[in-house]
């Protein structure tokens, strides 16, 4: 049963649904909320389980606070954490908060990946709890660009086309602001770690942005590069070089292609980034730095310590913040807006695309080049372009190949990684989808119950299965 309360005090009005299958849970938080000391109003929608919630986010047109408990009951085999995505169907503005007596890391992470905008502990007294959701709401909407933006940041928000960049831009004044001094960007290639480093330099104009691509420099002159020489140092120092370490001080410095650092080098930029001072080679004095890192990956550096490929000490300095970009196969929303952004900006534009250039191009699968050779298509275009106008005609052949369902499985240069995980060696056939669902939760489980030794039931609740499925699937494994 729902239970609307509504507190009359005179300023401003406030909708919040809370979802929680104790009831004296929702009757003790309401009245948190009523005893606030702003003057505002207050209509919180209390609800027992999830078809009472979903009922009061039908009917509210206006919604700016929803607080889930996290394990509801358990009959109804719902969490608050697959309720998330209701929030942000009907009302996306909304904040969303998880609540839980659990607040380890495990249930936080939970939250995290969910879309959460914040937890809350129920073990914790939530006493002025509407100041915190006051000041949780400033600190979101801040962050998506809702209010608050200053000059530098709207120009950001401009630069570049894409949700997942636009959120980015909106982290950066963050960043930078914060006692953060080192953030490390991943994806694969083509998926826009450069544009990103972009927008950080564009933030901080005024101050030293210096680039570095660690892959293109030989690895006998890395360290040259980085810590600069006195002249006689070596053959060939015939004068004083600054070092890029030096002339970043004061401002940033961007290390992109950071995993092909050999041992040596990492072992050098590891001594900097802790002493924030260099030596140049030949010289004795060493000089002090202020200097804040962005290192960027086209491959998993964690992956890389786990393989004793890159070294755990440097990688915890240069990873205080992390940006992970999505390759655009899993983020095609975005593919209409880029599309349309690029045809703007390209060199001879603006120009215009037909639909159906614009739908086949949605369609493809994008899996090698990501935004990269997204662009590089369009500028293909452009050759065949009839009056501004790209059309279908115009997308090169080697792009539309690749729809072809079998392209990836018959192309050569596609051997690895995609055809290894599906492929079966000795059989000569692929894995079956309910083969490989049987695989990825043997492997959940396993590596969960032997972190965790939680019950069935926490394990149910934590990946949303029914009880039931869970000890027949953990039955076959046993038997197995």
């Not at 370490?245 to 980034?273: N, P, T």
């Not at 792009?399 to 369902?405: A, F, G, S, V």
């Not at 019950?455 to 699937?473: C, D, H, N, P, W």
Request: net charge positive; hydrophobic share 40%; proline share 2%.
């Amino acid at each position: 049963m729902s239970i609307k309360h509504q507190y009359h005090l005179d300023k401003d009005v406030f909708y919040v649904i809370h979802v929680d299958d104790d009831i004296l849970e929702l009757r003790s938080l309401a009245r948190n909320l009523q005893t606030n000391k702003n003057n505002l109003k207050i209509l919180i929608t209390s609800c027992l389980n999830a078809i009472e919630f979903k009922s009061a986010l039908n009917k509210l047109k206006i919604l700016d606070f929803v607080i889930l408990d996290i394990h509801l009951s358990e009959k109804e085999n719902i969490t608050g954490i697959s309720l998330v995505k209701e929030v942000k169907r009907f009302h996306p503005n909304a904040i969303i908060l998880m609540s839980s007596n659990l607040d380890d890391p495990a249930t936080v992470l939970q939250s995290l990946r969910a879309g959460a905008d914040e937890f809350i502990s129920k073990k914790i007294n939530n006493q002025n709890l509407l100041e915190k959701l006051l000041l949780i709401r400033s600190t979101i909407f801040n962050k998506r660009g809702i209010i608050g933006l200053d000059k530098k940041e709207k120009n950001l928000s401009k630069k570049f086309s894409g949700e997942t960049i636009k959120k980015i831009s909106r982290r950066i004044p963050q960043i930078v602001n914060s006692a953060i001094t080192s953030v490390y960007i991943e994806g694969e290639s083509g998926t826009g770690k450069e544009v990103v480093a972009e927008l950080f330099e564009d933030y901080i104009k005024g101050l030293p942005f210096v680039k570095m691509n660690c892959g293109s420099i030989a690895a006998n002159l890395v360290e040259s590069e980085l810590f600069g020489y006195v002249k006689g140092a070596f053959t060939g120092a015939l004068t004083n070089k600054v070092g890029l370490l030096e002339a970043a001080s004061g401002g940033w410095l961007f290390l992109d292609e950071v995993a092909s650092l050999s041992d040596s080098a990492q072992m050098a930029l590891l001594r900097a980034i802790e002493n924030q001072e260099v030596t140049r080679i030949g010289d004795s004095a060493s000089r002090k730095i202020n200097v804040r890192f962005i290192a960027a990956s086209n491959v998993s550096l964690w992956d890389m310590v786990q393989e004793n490929k890159f070294r755990n000490d440097l990688w915890q300095r240069l990873c205080e913040t992390e940006i992970y970009l999505k390759p655009l196969r899993e983020r095609r929303s975005e593919i209409p807006d880029l599309i349309l952004f690029f045809c703007k900006t390209m060199r001879g534009g603006p120009y215009s695309i037909e639909e159906t250039a614009l739908n086949v191009l949605c369609q493809l699968p994008w899996i090698e080049g990501n935004v990269r050779e997204l662009r590089n298509c369009l500028r293909a275009m452009t050759e065949h372009q009839v009056n501004k106008i790209l059309t279908p005609l115009g997308i090169p052949e080697r792009i539309l190949m690749k729809n072809n369902d079998n392209y990836y499985f018959l192309n050569k240069r596609d051997n690895s990684g995609f055809i290894k995980l599906f492929y079966k060696d000795n059989a000569g056939e692929y894995y079956k989808y309910e083969e490989l669902e049987e695989q990825l939760f043997e492997k959940i489980f396993k590596q969960y119950n032997s972190e965790s030794k939680k019950s069935i039931s926490e394990f149910s609740k934590t990946f949303g299965l029914a009880r039931s499925t869970v000890q027949i699937k953990i039955k076959k494994i046993k038997k197995d």
